[in-house]
């Protein structure tokens, strides 16, 4: 029994950072986001010798409390992380999230990839083959706003595009709303269209091809978009307006009518109570909670309510990093997952190899846990120099 239910005796936190291939400009209402990304990390170990690591967010004091419990009151056979290591909005800036180093722990305890575990847990069947999981490129913000030309602009994007496609990509999001904030509307309405259809044609006819919005049209705004690439077959359109269930009603019959295909897709940062009812009546096609700030316990519970509805799921986690190498794991325990949001980067000391885009898809390592490798020497300065390190 204490060789499969170890007690955590340390705790090891810090922030890494690294570099994007390029850097992100702008969204609908942000400025630019630049190259670096900061993801958190902590390294949980056990009496057995036993580790498990994955991103993470606590302060010292939160941490010391975890300090001697046993595996299984903090991770749960049947229902995941316990309530105090997985995240709670409710909480404002006080959660706690260590649960992903505890999935980590525990699937390497099984000799098994995380996604088996979630797939028990969601009571569905553990892929017999590796699990392969849709992707798309998330890079390509508003780099434009320096260049006065729409068709120089919106060569510039498709550029990007195709930067995407030449590392393995074959689906994109693009970011859109320039007239909500950096340019006068007219003009950054025509620039979006300019835009979508560059990349478009960049991409090839093939390619799922995403808008995002962030909140910058209204509903109108979003109708005339819609129209006026219809021919470019546009996948989903995400955040078209701060959440509102009569537009959304509006929205979608007026989809109908025009015998578009395109899906919505909201649930990004601070959603409305109502979303998941909304999206319960098919008002909201693609749920998109963020994976770091819901958690991965928590959309195991969503994705059993999506399933049931028969809607679909796609984790937001831009500017998270390890959001790459987490979210696909719930592809086994969620039917309705569409993608995974690929936000490439790279952190000096944590070795991604074992995740390869390749034609639009992404492999899942079958390795123990979440399939990643640190190098030990890195990970020590950091925890040293960045974080802390509790134990007992």
């Known amino acids: ?44 170990t056990c009496d057995d010798g036993s580790t498990g690591i994955g991103p993470a967010r606590l302060t010292r004091e939160q941490a010391v409390p975890l300090l001697g419990q046993r595996l299984d009151t903090l991770l ?4 995941g992380a316990a309530r105090a290591v997985r995240p709670d909005a409710t909480a404002g800036d006080s959660w706690v999230s260590l649960e992903y180093p505890l999935w980590d722990l525990a699937a390497k305890m099984a000799g098994a ?12 069947k553990s892929p017999t083959e590796p699990l392969r999981v849709r992707c798309y490129d998330t890079s390509l913000y508003i780099d434009d706003l320096d260049i006065a030309d729409d068709g120089d602009a919106a060569k510039l994007i498709a550029d990007e595009a195709r930067q995407g496609y030449e590392r393995g990509h074959r689906n994109c999001k693009i970011k859109v709303g320039r007239g909500a904030r950096h340019m006068p509307l007219e003009q950054g309405t025509r620039r979006d269209v300019a835009v979508i259809r560059a990349v478009r044609e960049a991409m090839g006819p093939d390619a799922i091809v995403m808008i995002d919005a962030n909140n910058g049209y209204n509903l109108n705004l ?38 578009l295909s395109v899906q919505i897709a909201d649930g990004e940062g601070q959603a409305s109570p109502s979303l998941l009812t909304w999206a319960s009546e098919g008002l909201i096609d693609v749920v998109q909670y963020d994976i770091q700030a819901l958690g991965f316990t928590r959309w195991l519970e969503i994705g059993k309510q999506v399933d049931s509805w028969g809607g679909s799921a796609a984790p937001h986690h831009y500017g998270g990093f390890f959001g790459n190498f987490t979210s696909g794991h719930l592809a086994a325990a969620i039917r309705g997952f569409e993608a995974i949001e690929w936000d490439e980067a790279t952190v ?45």
């Open 113 to 124: 990839p995380v996604y088996s575990l979630a797939a028990s847990v969601a009571g569905r």
């Open 348 to 392: 000096p000391g944590v070795d991604t190899s074992a995740y390869q885009v390749r034609e639009g898809w992404v492999e899942m390592p079958t390795a123990p846990g979440f399939g990643l490798e640190y190098d030990e020497a890195m990970l020590e300065r950091a925890f040293a120099e960045t974080g802390f390190d509790v134990s007992v």
């Open 76 to 79: 749960l056979a049947d229902e």
């Open 222 to 259: 979003a109708k005339r978009v819609l129209l006026e690439t219809g021919d470019c077959d546009i996948y989903w359109l995400e955040e078209p307006f701060h959440e509102d269930g009569v537009l959304y009603r509006d929205l979608q019959d007026w989809i109908g009518k025009q015998g």
């Open 1 to 44: 029994r204490r060789m499969n239910n170890p007690r955590i005796t340390r705790i090891e936190w810090a922030r890494l950072e690294g570099t994007r291939p390029r850097p992100a400009g702008s969204n609908a209402r942000l400025g630019p986001h630049g190259s670096i990304v900061r993801p958190s990390i902590a390294r949980v």
